[in-house]
């Protein structure tokens, strides 16, 4: 009798102990702070902080002083120049 009431509670603690680990994860969570929580930026109007022609992407600073990354064609990276104030539209937002 004691060998079953030993059995029966040690499944009972298994059971509430896996359960409780269940309840305890969460959902998936945005990669960094803010990123995808809010609706993405259509357009960002700032100063060209930096360029790099070979991954093809220009570095903005909008007024806030937050930095934006573009992904730019070849045509407009050879147009545009650290220190330029430019507006950039935003095509495509990936999470």
Do not use: N, Y
Request: glycine share 10%; with cysteine.
């Amino acid at each position: 009798m004691k060998r079953w009431l030993l059995l029966s509670g040690g499944f009972v603690t298994a059971a509430l102990l896996t359960a409780g680990l269940a309840f305890g994860q969460t959902g998936a969570q945005p990669k960094a702070p803010g990123e995808c929580s809010k609706k993405p930026l259509e357009k960002v109007e700032g100063q060209v902080t930096s360029v790099d022609s070979t991954a093809g992407k220009i570095m903005v600073r909008d007024k806030s002083g937050a930095t934006h990354e573009f992904q730019a064609s070849a045509e407009t990276i050879k147009e545009v120049k650290p220190g330029d104030t430019i507006e950039a539209r935003l095509r495509e937002v990936k999470c």
